[in-house]
């Protein structure tokens, strides 16, 4: 495709304090071309987009849109001139229908019927089911989406902007997802498509340009490029993929069994009968769509949430009643997903953040009283042996990039030597040699003989660091299989809680009775 | 272009300076409003911050008072904070300040005449307690039914107002004042009196009990988990809640703590420097904890020295009503200030200005 480019980028350049996010980005989008803007957290994917969106300015160098010069004050000068964005993080109402979430994006709301008509009509046209009436808080992340797309859609963009779509969706959602999006590029809109997923950009987008820190790095046509090749123009370096050796798994030492939680706000999801057997040495892959009750397991695992005393055994303890600390005190160690705010406070130091869960099994603190000088130690030697990049350990946990203070808080769980890991997420949103870091951590644990359940949404993580795997969906956990006799497809199945599925386990266990 | 800019960490320079400069913009603003008065703001300042510790006549009356008005302000802000950094919002320790002066007063009146010397640490129990007793109806009601601890906290003390007028009239009442309303003074009954230590100074036990209570609340605050887990929660009540922290049972601590310090507080002044419960026996220091609590950073040394100043605008303001006429709701008004500007320029330990241009597109 050549001829005059839809929207051309030149000589962009963005600084923040301390920060050059964008150096001198320069590409162009044709009209209907799916084109990828490739890279890893940091390297300024986002601020680049936010630019084109008109949410953020450029300190110099300018862009043209249809041949015409280009400088959104704000983003509704740039949905009006034709550019349209859905956002990473979703901002719907729950608690309001699809409709009138949609209404509250326009400018001129057309009256409800019309609206819901028109919803309908767009979302059968390219291939979205989305009832208008529906409330969103009843929605899947995927179904969430969809409205957001179709907001989208309705304003009849010339550009899509898609920032990390996938990273919500089960295997056959992004199938669905990438036929509209191929539909639409046919009818000629164009789609900036933002992600650090090689192998979807491959099988997505017509070209791609990849960013690394805050620089354009290489242009190239990734149908015609390897993933391995993309990736290192990506890290700037190839990553050794993480490995152990063959695990020989021991006894079971954490069982649950029977686990129902309630949830804690009327929009998130119970746990029903949730039984899990950990053994020595092994990682359980915990697979799932986010808000599938990810977050709740995580509590009722940590003692965050008490449940019934027998419902979690641990070496054949009953320990459900006990709190988080009494766990740590036993060997259950967590790390949430949720690294600001929940596995270490924002404003608090490293050292402080230190105490926050190895005040029991460091001995950090004499009746009472805290050992100031031994949790600095602690917090200095998560920093060195977890390589987190640092001044030093007085800095607050919010000034660390998030690779870095995931890096530190999954170390201080580590070093603590736990004989059962559960941790939620450990790689979101962090960088690609820092998460390669962090499994190789993980494989290492479980080699030790620690048991590590790993609860992540990225199927290629937990096929890659798990030895057994198990979806969580609705609150309901699926049979465990051993990973590596399982199929992208099967997951996708697994993962949406087909119910054939089901009845095959069933089958599966009385064949083994 | 002025812009606010998120900075990286909390400025340790701006956090102490603050507070500095929120005295000084009070002063400047302060200064106009009593130039609008018809007032020379040079001399209201001079006479509202100066005199009182330094003028050549008034200030070996004005001095003492300092420490009798610094001292419960101390005592009771210490409390609060402990509250404030967990977040709970004990907004009615001037109730809990009524109480403790209540159960106080009660403990000592019981046994009249008795002489025997456990009659005043008996007291001070006692007034300490009253204070916790009163804060745990808005603890209680907190942890069991959600209710808002502010609303309740605040309420509470206009019922403690209500009780301390049928205690200066009703229960409490001197049986030898004629009928007055108001108890028996008990500063001048050796075994309830709180005296003053060291003549001259305004020294009494209250505030012995103050500067104790700074230092502890230090020690807890940078040296024991217990500090740790109340900043914990006040900045991230669901890490705090991951570290083991139980919201309830921090609840049920803080607002009691504050209770009985407040209570303490008034105890010591119904003993002292007041003498006897009386209708009016409350005159705020309960709500300026507050604003002393705030404009001493929450921290312990900071309050010490806010409670200082606070008390310090108190008497020089009293001072400024009696030679330059100045309304005492100016006054007062004045005091506000002081709260208003440090809460506007706390933006600049957390955010820096950005002098810029529009950016160029």
């Known amino acids: ?513 | 272009m002025l812009r606010l800019e998120k900075r990286p960490a909390p400025s340790r320079a701006w956090t102490a300076a603050t507070p500095v400069l929120a005295v000084v913009l009070t002063m400047i603003a302060g200064g106009i409003m009593f130039a609008l008065l018809g007032k020379n703001p040079f001399e209201a300042i001079r006479i509202i911050f100066w005199d009182p510790l330094f003028h050549e006549s008034f200030a070996a009356y004005s001095r003492p008072q300092l420490l009798v008005k610094a001292g419960p302000l101390i005592l009771i802000a210490i409390g609060l904070a402990l509250g404030f950094r967990a977040g709970v919002w004990n907004i009615g320790a001037e109730g809990q300040y009524i109480m403790g002066a209540i159960a106080g007063a009660s403990f000592g009146l019981a046994f009249y005449p008795s002489e025997s010397p456990l009659i005043f640490p008996g007291m001070i129990i006692a007034g300490a307690l009253g204070g916790w007793a009163w804060s745990m109806i808005p603890a209680i009601l907190k942890t069991r039914f959600r209710t808002n601890e502010i609303l309740v906290s605040l309420l509470l003390v206009y019922v403690a107002e209500k009780f301390l007028a049928s205690a200066a009239t009703g229960f409490l009442r001197n049986p030898e004042g004629h009928g007055f309303p108001g108890s028996r003074n008990l500063s001048r009954i050796e075994s309830m009196n709180n005296p003053e230590l060291i003549s001259g100074t305004g020294m009494h036990w209250g505030i012995v009990a103050a500067f104790i209570a700074v230092i502890t609340a230090y020690v807890l605050l940078n040296k024991h988990v217990l500090g740790y887990q109340i900043k914990l929660a006040g900045q991230a009540p669901r890490a705090a809640r991951f570290a083991g922290v139980n919201p309830n049972r921090l609840i049920v601590l803080c607002l009691g703590m504050s209770g009985a310090l407040a209570g303490l507080a008034g105890l010591f002044e119904v003993s002292g420097p007041a003498g006897q419960i009386s209708i009016d026996f409350n005159v705020g220091y309960g709500f300026t904890a507050i604003i002393v609590a705030f404009l001493g950073r929450l921290h312990p040394i900071g309050i010490l020295l806010a409670g200082l100043l606070m008390a310090l605008t108190y008497i020089g303001g009293e001072l400024a009503q009696l030679m330059l006429q100045i309304p005492a709701p100016a006054i007062q008004a004045f005091q506000g200030m002081l709260l208003f500007f440090l809460l506007a320029v706390d933006v600049l330990s957390t955010y820096r200005i950005r002098f810029k241009k529009e950016g160029v597109a």
């Open chain 1, 1 to 513: 495709m050549t001829g005059d480019p839809l929207l051309s980028i030149n000589n962009i350049t963005k600084a923040y304090p301390g920060v050059v996010a964008n150096s001198d980005v320069s590409f162009q989008i044709q009209p209907g071309e799916v084109h990828a803007l490739l890279g890893e957290n940091g390297a300024g994917k986002s601020t680049l987009v936010k630019m084109i969106y008109g949410l953020v300015r450029p300190d110099s160098g300018s862009m043209t849109f249809r041949g015409e010069a280009y400088a959104p004050p704000e983003p509704r000068v740039a949905r009006s001139t034709g550019v349209a964005m859905v956002f990473q993080h979703f901002s719907l109402f729950e608690a309001l229908n699809v409709a009138e979430n949609i209404a509250l994006g326009m400018e001129n709301p057309p009256p409800q019927r019309d609206l819901a008509k028109r919803i309908r009509e767009v979302s059968e046209a390219y291939g979205l089911p989305l009832d208008p009436d529906r409330l969103v808080g009843d929605l899947s992340a995927g179904e969430r989406q969809r409205v957001e797309i179709i907001r989208c859609l309705l304003q009849d963009p010339k550009l899509l902007i898609m920032d990390e779509p996938t990273s919500v969706l089960t295997p056959q959602e992004v199938e669905i997802l990438f036929h509209t999006l191929r539909k639409l590029a046919a009818e000629g809109t164009s789609i900036l498509y933002i992600s650090h997923k090689l192998e979807e950009i491959r099988a997505l987008c017509d070209e791609a340009t990849i960013l690394r820190l805050g620089k354009v790095v290489g242009n190239c046509t990734p149908r015609d490029t390897s993933a391995a090749e993309m990736a290192e123009l990506m890290v700037g370096k190839s990553l050794a993929t993480p490995a152990r050796d063959n695990a020989e798994l021991g006894e079971v030492i954490l069982k649950v069994a029977g686990l129902s939680v309630e949830p804690s706000n009327p929009f998130g999801t119970p746990l029903r009968h949730v039984g899990i057997e950990l053994r020595a040495g092994e990682v359980l892959g915990i697979g799932g769509v986010a808000g599938n009750g990810q977050d709740e397991l995580l509590a009722a695992l940590s003692g965050e949430v008490t449940t019934p005393p027998g419902t979690i055994t641990l070496n054949k303890t009953p320990i459900g009643d006990k709190g988080p600390n009494e766990r740590r005190e036993m060997g259950i160690l967590c790390a949430p997903e949720e690294r600001l705010g929940h596995a270490a406070a924002p404003d608090m130091s490293l050292v402080e953040n230190a105490l926050l869960t190895a005040r029991q099994r460091k001995n950090l603190a004499d009746s009472g009283f805290v050992n100031w000088g031994a949790t600095r130690a602690y917090a200095e030697k998560v920093i060195a042996d977890f390589d987190v990049r640092t001044p030093g350990p007085d800095n607050v946990a919010r000034s660390l990039s998030g690779g870095n203070l995931q890096k530190f808080v999954i170390g201080r769980e580590i070093l603590q030597d736990p004989t059962v890991l559960v941790v939620n997420q450990p790689t979101w949103g962090v960088d690609a040699s820092a998460a390669a870091d962090i499994r190789q951590a993980i494989l290492d644990l479980a080699q030790k003989g620690a048991g590590v359940i790993v609860i992540s949404q990225d199927l290629d993580e937990l096929l890659e660091v798990s030895d057994n795997f198990a979806a969580l969906n609705e609150g309901r956990l699926s049979n465990v299989r051993t990973t590596r006799d399982l199929t992208m497809e099967t997951i996708g199945l697994m993962l949406g809680g087909a119910h054939d599925m089901h009845d095959l386990d069933e089958e599966a266990i009385h064949a083994e009775a």
